[in-house]
Structure formats: C-alpha cells, structure tokens
C-alpha cells in the first residue's frame, strides 16, 4: 500500500441480510457457495479491475446469483479472485490454484484485462487439460467466432448478462464436467469436440434485478472490502442511447432495468458502515431515474452518519440539465466529493452525427455550464480525439469550445470497441486500427477518412500535453480564458505547442515528459500518472516548468507583436496559487477537525469575476482575495486523484477594501503577503 493510501480504521457490520428491508428474501447462507468441503466442482472465478483498488462488481453478481441454487450451493465450490489486471501472472496464478486448480475457471473480461486473462487461461488449461475456461465480459461478449479461433484453450463465451447463464454452465458442468451438454443453454457460444463452434439464441435480460441476490449483503465481497479504495454500486442496467463509439447503449440493450431502492440502501449502508471512501456508480445515466433523488438524499445522510463516502463519481444522466446539476450540487453540499462531466466527445456537428449524438440536451453546453457556476459544481469534460466525421483541425475546436467551460477536460483517443456501430462500420467509414499495448486488447483508431496517421498522432501528443496541463496539471482554469480575451489566444494554442518545448528544453522536471512525445501511442496513458508523481515530488518544480514552457512560447511571442503579457503573467499566478495543497503526510488519528489553508493575494485585476464566468472583461483594480484550501488532499483514493485535484480546488472570495468587515480581515489584507496558514475550524 502506497505510503499515502487512507487508512482510516473500518467498521465491520454484520453480513447477514438486511432483515428490515427484506429484499435479499430468504435468510439462506449464500456464503456456503465458497465452503470448500465435500463440494464436487471447484469453480474460480476471476476479474480484473482497469485501476488499483477497485473492488469490481460482476464476478460477485455471478456467484451470488449461481448460489441461490441449492444444489450449486450443496456441490460446487465458487473462489473468487478480484485483482488489479497488472498484479503479475504469477501471482494470479497463485491465488487462483491455491486451493487446487480449479474444474472451472470462469473470467471476466474488459479490454483492459484481456490479454492477461488469456495467459492465465493458457496456464490453467496446461495444469489441467480438463479444465472448462468460461469467458464472459462487454470486451469479449458476442464475439464468437474471433474470439475462438485466437484461443484454442477457451470453451465457452457467455454472451450478454451472465447471471442466469453461469448458472446453468455450471449445472450442466456437474452433470459432466468435460463434456458439459450445452446445446440447449440460451445466451452463450461453445466449442464442440469436433472444433465446430455453436451460438445458442440471446438470454432475455432480467427485468428485475432483485433477483440476483446482493454479493454485498450476503457477505461475499467481505474479504475484499478492506483492502478496497473504491466500491462500485449499480443501481440500473442499460442505456437509452445508442452512441457508435460505445459498447453500452447497443449491446446492452436499451431498456432500463433497475435494482429497488430498498436493496441499494441496504448495499450503501454496509458500504457506508464499512468506511469505503469512494464510490463510483456504473449507471450510464445516473438521475435519470426518480429513485435517483432518493439515493442522493439516502448518500448524503450516510455521509453525516458514518462519514462515508467522500466522493461518489458517476456517468450522469444526459436528459434533464438542471435536475442533474442540482442532484450533483447536493452531493457538494452534504460533504461528498463528485464533479459534473459534460462528456460531449465532440462539438463537430459531422462527428456527432456519425456518432449518433446530435441531439442530446447536454450539447447545450452554455447552459450547463451556468447551472454549474450558479450552484457550485466542478464542471470538467470529455472529448474524444480521432471520431470519424472530426479532422484535427474541428477537433482543436471542440477542444476549444468546451475548454470554455470547463475547469478539466480529458481527452481520449478514440478505441473501435467490439459489438459497436463504428466496430461494424470500419470499412465504410476508412477506419484503421492498430494494437500496440502489450497489456490491452484495445484497437485504436490510427486513421480515417477525415484523419491521417500524422494527424492521429499529433492529437496524441496533444493530448500528452493536455494530460500534463488540464487533466494531471488542471493548471489552467482561469489562464486560458484570459489569454483568450485579453490577447485572442485559443484555448488550444496554449496547450498544443507543450511537445516541442518540452523536447527541446533542458529543465529539469520537463526530462519526466521527454519520453512520452517520443513514443506517444504506446506511453500516452502512463502520462496521467507521470503528472501525479511529479507532483507529489515536486509540485513547485512542475509549476515553474509550466511557468518557463508560457514565457518561452505564449508569452515570448505576444511581446513580440507588442502585446500586454503582464495581465496573463498574473492570471497564471492566480492559478498556481489557487492550485490545490499536496499535503501528503501520513496520519493516523481519525480527522476529527477540518482543517485548512487559507492565504490572501492582491492580484491587479478582478479575475474572480471572470473565473466565476460572470464577466469576460478584465476589471482592473486592486483585488485581494482569500484563498482558502481545502487540506486532506493526502487522503483522497489514489486511483481517482485527478477526481481529488479538481474538489481540492481553493474557494477564493473577494475581501472588499472599503468594508467595515471584522478586524480579522483587515488584518488579513495587510498581511497580503501569500503566505500558506494552516488554521484548524
Ligand atoms: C466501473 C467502470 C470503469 C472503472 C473501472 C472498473 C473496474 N472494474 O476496474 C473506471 C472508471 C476506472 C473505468 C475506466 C475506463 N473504462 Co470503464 N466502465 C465501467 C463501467 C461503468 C461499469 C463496469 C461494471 O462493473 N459493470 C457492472 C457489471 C456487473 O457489468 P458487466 O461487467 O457488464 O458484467 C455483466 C456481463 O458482462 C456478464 N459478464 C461479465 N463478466 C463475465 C464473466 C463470466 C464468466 C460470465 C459468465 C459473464 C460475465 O455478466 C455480468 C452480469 O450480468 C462500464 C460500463 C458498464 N455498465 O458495464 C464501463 C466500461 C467497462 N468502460 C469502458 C471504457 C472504454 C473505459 C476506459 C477505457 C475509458 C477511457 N477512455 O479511459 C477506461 C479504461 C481504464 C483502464 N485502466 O484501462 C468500456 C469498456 C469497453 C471494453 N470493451 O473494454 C465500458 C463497457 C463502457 C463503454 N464505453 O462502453 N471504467
Ligand atoms: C464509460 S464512458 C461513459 C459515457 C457517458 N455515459 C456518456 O454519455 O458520455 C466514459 C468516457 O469514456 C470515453 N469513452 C467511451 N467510449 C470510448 C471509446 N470507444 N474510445 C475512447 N474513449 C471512450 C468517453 O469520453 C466517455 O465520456
Ligand atoms: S456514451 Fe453514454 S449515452 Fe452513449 S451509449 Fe454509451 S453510456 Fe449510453
């Protein structure tokens, strides 16, 4: 655990069901799934999360909805394994054979885990050739005929939601272990012992999730919830919108399915009880159901009872702006951490279209963008780079439209996932992929009709910079906007010409970046975490670089045409010294008093007015702020700090000069002197 890592004391509760709500149904000890004697089929199951100390959520939905049959519970023996996917093969091999090589080893699959899943399913099937290897999983899910004839150890391949299907594998599987009679199983491919490969008709999906007993109230993930940073919780299934780039709304189906309330707020009790910090909710719409209220109303009372969670992340729901913001705004406001995303991908009116997204209510970026100042929310955004229908140039535009808004904007080049519109429309569209990550399954998309492979990789390196500057560095909230209205800098002119400084500069911090401008398409994704050491290790050191990288380029070249460079020199203190504390000591005692940073600033323009989007004009004056920081960034989960970045924000409120405000401010003007003071409430 990495020195800085929360570690918080937990609260054990007890597993048994949740009696009060009921909704777990019987009292049955579902847990008697992973006894392991007198049991005559081992199954393992594994999955792999795509960040650190996530607890994933499928593999414990499969095994407690597969114990709920008595003779499963009675017979088989289910393991579960839930690492992170780059733990080493090793030592996955370990915890999966440490009691015995399992009869049935059954593997969830994203495109992040894939190909060590496949290295682990080869060894298995090597310690026992009569193994059954099951995948199932959206990287892999309905992808029969490929998927077999790169994996010769592989035998069955469930497609779709896997809960009733796993089931009835692993019944069949007690009926005959190495030739299990799957011809009538709906939902799933298989190999024949000829080679032959079979696709059984699509499985209905569950219209009631309560039937697939919570793994979290049964206990089955109690092992693993202390060791975990961020649990997921889903609270519906499907997506009403079928965008092309994405697996969700089209294999998944459209229709929205969703657990009861009752079961969720008993699963977000024991989350709560058992002090796990982050939370990240899988829904693809968050709010757009009413029950969705509740459980905002049902997190914020968790989080003044037993101070969890801190921080709920989540996909929200695209079809009413203001409900949304207003649901987010109160999770602000009761203490938890959670940002708005305005995930528009692009503003290219072709992108969207081939994109399926040109008319949803979130394009109205203007407008949610106010809602969000008006009620206090972070909003950050998403693009990705390289949609068909977008060249490089409209790509710098939707960057620039939605950096406008936005305090952070990540940007992703685009993957062809399988089962979507663009994975079936490659041919048509002048689609090229290639896969370069040893450690992922993911095909980028190198080219298209509207982007060469020069192209492509400029808006990587792009990107790079982005990571450093808007993502990892989110140094640039008020900077860019400035530049923008004092000297008509686009907003992409102070991100893009980051690569060639950086290459060619020899200070000291910009060494760290070198590497990835070189071989963008296989580091780019190890950027993010490049930002955040650097940080941790010397945050001034990445200040200053980005300092000496504005002078050398932006500002060097304003002072040429004769421009006021001073004005933008002030806005980037502005930035720096609202940028949020990295204190990162370890303390054990439990917090028992907020504390906080506050300094005070003169800054010779009126640059809240502007950062607060009320104003584009530059006011000049003399303004004095307090910046006052929220401390505690030490604690925020690691996997989500670039989440933490943006929360940890410094509020800033203007001290009026002229005021007869208490002597405490007075005093606080005249010390002026931007010194940090850490002072307890
Ligand atoms: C939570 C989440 C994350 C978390 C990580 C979660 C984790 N486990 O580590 C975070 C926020 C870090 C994340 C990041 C990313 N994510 Co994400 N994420 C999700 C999300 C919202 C939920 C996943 C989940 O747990 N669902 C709940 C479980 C129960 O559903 P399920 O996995 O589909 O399982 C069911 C069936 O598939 C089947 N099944 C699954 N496994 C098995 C195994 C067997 C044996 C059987 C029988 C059946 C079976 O049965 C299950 C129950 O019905 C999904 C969307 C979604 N709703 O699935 C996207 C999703 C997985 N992410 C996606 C993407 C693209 C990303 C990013 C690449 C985005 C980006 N551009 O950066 C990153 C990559 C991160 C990385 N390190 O590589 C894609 C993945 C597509 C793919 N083919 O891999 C998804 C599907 C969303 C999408 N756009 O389509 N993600
Ligand atoms: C898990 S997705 C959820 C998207 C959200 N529900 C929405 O409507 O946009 C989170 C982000 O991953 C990125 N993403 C999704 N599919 C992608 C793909 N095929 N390639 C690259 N990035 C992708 C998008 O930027 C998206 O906003
Ligand atoms: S990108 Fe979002 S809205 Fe579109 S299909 Fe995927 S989950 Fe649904």
């Given at each position: ?22 909704h777990?149904?019987d ?17 393992c ?67 992040w ?151 969720l ?14 939370w ?23 989080r003044?009872?037993y101070?969890?969670?801190k ?84 790509f ?60 492509f ?41 980051l ?63 004769g ?20 204190d ?45 920081h ?52």
């Amino acid at each position: 655990m990495p020195a800085d890592r929360h570690t918080a004391p937990r609260r054990s509760v007890s597993r048994r069901p949740n009696r009060r709500t009921g909704h777990t149904g019987d009292l049955v000890d579902l847990k008697a799934i992973m006894d392991e004697t007198g049991k005559d089929l081992h199954a393992c199951l594994l999955e792999l999360t795509g960040e650190q100390a996530y607890l994933p959520l499928a593999a414990g939905y499969l095994a407690a909805y597969a114990a709920k049959d008595e003779e499963i519970r009675r017979r088989v023996r289910i393991s579960l394994v839930l690492e992170h996917a780059q733990s080493g093969i090793d030592r996955l091999l370990h915890q999966i054979v440490r009691a015995g090589v399992p009869d049935v080893l059954a593997i969830s699959c994203q495109g992040w885990s894939v190909p060590v899943a496949d290295e682990i399913a080869r060894r298995v099937r090597t310690l026992n050739p009569d193994a059954t290897i099951v995948y199932g999983g959206n990287h892999v899910s309905h992808q029969g005929r490929d998927f077999f004839a790169s994996r010769p150890y592989a035998d069955i391949l469930v497609n779709g939601e896997g809960e009733e299907t796993f089931r009835d594998i692993l019944l069949r599987c007690l009926v005959d272990r190495r030739d299990p009679d799957l011809a009538d199983v709906p939902g799933l491919s298989f190999r024949t012992k000829t080679g032959e490969m079979v696709t059984t008709p699509d499985r209905e999906r569950l219209a009631n999730l309560d039937e697939i007993p919570s793994p979290y109230l049964h206990g089955l993930l109690d092992e693993f919830l202390d060791s975990c940073e961020t649990a997921l919780l889903e609270t519906n299934r499907g997506c009403p919108y079928h965008c092309s780039f994405c697996y969700w709304g089209q294999a998944v189906g459209q229709r929205l399915h969703s657990f009861s309330y009752d079961r969720l707020k008993a699963e977000m009790t024991l989350l709560a009880a058992r002090g796990i910090d982050s939370w990240y909710i899988c829904d693809a719409n968050f709010g757009i159901l009413r029950q969705d209220a509740d459980i905002v109303d049902e997190i914020v009372r968790l989080r003044q009872e037993y101070g969890f969670p801190k921080t709920v992340h989540t996909n929200w729901a695209k079809n009413s702006n203001q409900r949304i913001v207003e649901l987010c705004a109160k999770l602000n406001k009761g203490g938890v951490h959670s940002t708005y995303t305005l995930a528009l991908q692009s503003t290219t009116e072709s992108a969207l279209q081939l994109a399926n997204r040109a008319n949803m209510k979130i394009n109205k970026i203007g407008e949610i963008a106010r809602l969000c100042r008006q009620h206090g929310v972070v909003p950050r955004g998403e693009l990705i780079w390289g949609l068909p229908g977008e060249t490089y140039q409209e790509f710098l535009r939707s960057y620039d439209d939605l950096a406008e808004y936005t305090d952070a904007l990540s940007v992703y080049p685009l993957y062809i996932l399988p089962n979507t519109e663009y994975h079936r429309s490659q041919e048509v569209l002048g689609i090229v992929t290639t896969k370069v990550e040893p450690d992922t399954d993911y095909a980028y998309c190198v080219e298209h009709a509207q982007m060469t492979a020069d192209d492509f990789l400029a808006g990587l390196r792009f990107i790079i910079s982005n990571n450093i500057l808007k993502v990892g560095g989110i140094l640039f909230r008020l900077y860019p906007r400035v530049a923008w209205s004092v000297a008509g800098v686009p907003y992409h002119r102070t991100i893009e010409g980051l690569a060639d400084w950086v290459l060619n500069t020899d200070h000291p911090v910009a060494q760290r970046f070198k590497k990835y401008y070189r071989s963008p398409l296989t580091t780019h994704r190890q950027s993010l975490t490049e930002v955040w050491l650097t940080l941790k290790r010397d945050r001034a050191g990445l200040l200053d670089m980005v300092h000496q990288y504005l002078e050398a380029t932006v500002h060097s070249a304003l002072a040429e045409q004769g421009a006021q460079v001073e004005v933008l020199r002030e806005a980037l203190r502005f930035d720096a010294e609202t940028y949020p504390v990295m204190d990162s000591r370890i303390r054990e005692e439990q917090e028992s008093v907020e504390e906080r940073y506050v300094r005070t600033s003169t800054f010779a323009y009126d640059f809240l007015s502007v950062k607060h989007g009320e104003s584009r004009q530059l006011t000049p004056g003399r303004f004095v702020y307090t910046i006052d920081h929220p401390a505690g960034l030490w604690r925020y989960p690691i996997e989500n700090w670039y989440f933490g970045l943006l929360s940890y924000q410094a509020k800033v409120a203007r001290i009026q000069e002229n005021s007869t405000e208490p002597d405490r401010q007075a005093e606080l003007i005249r010390a002026g002197d931007h010194t940090l003071r850490k002072v307890s409430l």
